[in-house]
């Protein structure tokens, strides 16, 4: 049989002076997650900045152009000629040029598609996934998707860079001293609204403010000489790290769009400037939490809110809280889980896969990590067999991927306090990131064939990968027991991590369960 292919990724996004750049850049985050979960990645383009091109270059993924304007029935052809000829196991499609019809076509094509949206940018939805990562996004707002479309919505999906992942555990020292000022706007700037803030600071003295100039800022050079001719201010062009100079920052002012979010989840108190009007929700929302001051379009206020906040040590300390408490920086990994799970089908087991199975429990791997490492004799595995295939109240299902290719077994034995899961993921199969949502994908099949019950897993306090594996998919520790006089971890199923009831924060990354 065939092995489990590492699936791919189609990025379709576009960048421009005029749309910015954070279509492009939330798909590198989204490109990045897919990556460390053990797929692979591309890009498709129209519109693509040098500064942009290069950062997709440097994050090992090619890029693809596609010589049509964003949007256009031509487009959408040519993307789903691309997608299909790349046998892409998804494509993420990121342009509010992207409307219903373009959509559709992509779709009527056979691609497995998520569509990124922010304000409703499309008067229909065709897609098999549709992610609005916004604090304000609502399923009331999505009335005219089909039935069964995985929706991603609020901030729990926020897609954060790579970078921002090494903050998660950080919190901003309360006691320091606030003098340092961080101006950003994103990517891309093009009325130059960030001089026009600039011109209207005026620090106190011994404060200092940075000056960052997104990748594809047309005025640079502009911004360049005015840093240099004031001594407060410093310049720094298309930095590598913006989460630590984030955090080495006590205020920021800040473009109401995905910098608006990266600012929140530092937990950098920050003033929102509106530089579009696709922007208003973002700072609105982000106001509302009391997770930033949202300004509009009014500049001459920076300086009055700006002293406002640095005199208030208590107000920047709440700001900063709530900033934190709306952004967990998973957002990737759950919409990288959303979509491989959507890749996993089931079936029940039957006697042709006796054989199959039995080799698989008797790998050297699962051995190890059960309960009872003894190998299976045949015969014991045929009687065992036939009586879980007759007990119409259990359920042994085989996992596949999206090309057929076995990934593993899932095993459900109810109980008077709800199902046992057990499963083992194919030996070809691991490493590839399938681990989690095989749990997933398994575990919404008994919910909805049973009721959505209880259901528990009986892990090895050693067995990191598998404890790992089940609480991204929803599972938390609960008790300890013994089983066949060995500690066990009983960890149950407290919500899927996929819909608004998650828990921010309770999934955790580690290797494949076995």
């Known amino acids: 049989m065939n092995s489990p292919a590492r699936p791919l990724l189609l990025l379709r996004a576009d960048a421009s002076a005029a749309q910015g750049s954070g279509h492009v850049m939330r798909c590198l985050a989204l490109g990045a997650a897919w990556r460390s979960a053990g797929g692979r990645v591309e890009f498709a383009c129209a519109e693509c900045p040098s500064a942009l091109a290069q950062r997709i270059a440097g994050a090992d993924a090619r890029l693809n152009w596609v010589d049509t304007a964003p949007g256009t029935v031509e487009d959408a052809q040519a993307t789903s000629k691309l997608a299909s000829s790349m046998r892409a196991a998804w ?12 959509q559709r076509i992509v779709r009527q094509a056979g691609t497995t598609m998520l569509v990124f949206d922010d304000y409703g940018h499309a008067e229909r939805w065709h897609a098999d996934a549709l992610l609005n990562q916004n604090a304000h996004a609502l399923p009331e707002s999505y009335e005219k998707v089909a039935p069964g479309v995985e929706l991603l919505l609020g901030s729990r999906f926020l897609l954060l860079r790579p970078e921002f992942g090494a903050w998660r555990a950080w919190n901003r020292p309360a006691d320091r001293k606030t003098r340092s000022l961080l101006v950003t706007l994103g990517g891309t700037d093009p009325r130059n609204v960030t001089l026009r803030i600039l011109e209207h600071l005026d620090l106190a003295e011994g404060w200092m403010a940075r000056v960052i100039a997104g990748g594809s800022n047309p005025h640079v050079a502009e911004l360049e000489r005015f840093c240099s001719s004031h001594p407060q201010f410093s310049f720094q062009h298309d930095p590598p790290d913006m989460a630590k100079l984030m955090a080495e920052s006590d205020l920021g002012i800040v473009a109401g769009g995905g910098t608006a979010w990266e600012a929140a989840f530092m937990g ?87 054989l199959q199975i039995w080799e698989w429990a008797n790998d050297a791997e699962v051995r190890l990590r059960s309960f009872n490492s003894e190998p299976i004799g045949w015969d014991t595995h045929l009687r065992w067999y036939e009586s879980l295939l007759s007990d119409s109240s259990a359920a042994l299902l085989v996992a596949k991927d999206q090309d057929g290719a076995p990934l593993g077994q899932v095993r459900f034995v109810p109980g008077s306090e709800g199902a046992t899961i057990s499963v083992s993921v194919a030996p070809a199969a691991r490493g590839r990131g399938y681990a989690a949502p095989l749990i997933v994908a398994a575990s919404r099949w008994w919910e909805k064939e049973h009721g959505n019950p209880l259901i528990h897993a009986f892990i090895k306090p050693d067995n990191e990968a598998s404890l790992s594996a089940f609480r991204r998919a929803g599972f938390q520790a609960e008790a300890s027991s013994e089983v066949r006089g060995q500690a066990a971890l009983i960890l149950t199923r407290q919500h899927d991590p996929l819909r608004a009831d998650c828990a921010p924060g309770s999934a955790t990354v580690s290797g494949p369960t076995t």
């Open 91 to 102: 494509m993420a499609a990121d342009n509010y040029a992207f409307g219903a019809e373009w």
């Open 268 to 354: 950098l108190p920050s003033v929102i400037v509106r530089l579009a009007e696709n922007q208003r929700a973002v700072a609105g929302a982000l106001a509302a939490a009391g997770a930033g001051v949202d300004i509009g379009e009014e500049l001459a206020a920076i300086p009055t809110q700006i002293s406002q906040l640095a005199a208030d040590r208590e107000g920047r300390a709440q700001m900063s809280a709530r900033g934190r408490s709306l952004i967990d920086g998973r957002g990737a990994e759950r919409v990288v889980l959303a979509l491989r799970a959507a890749l996993v089908s089931l079936q029940r087991a039957g006697p042709e896969n006796s």
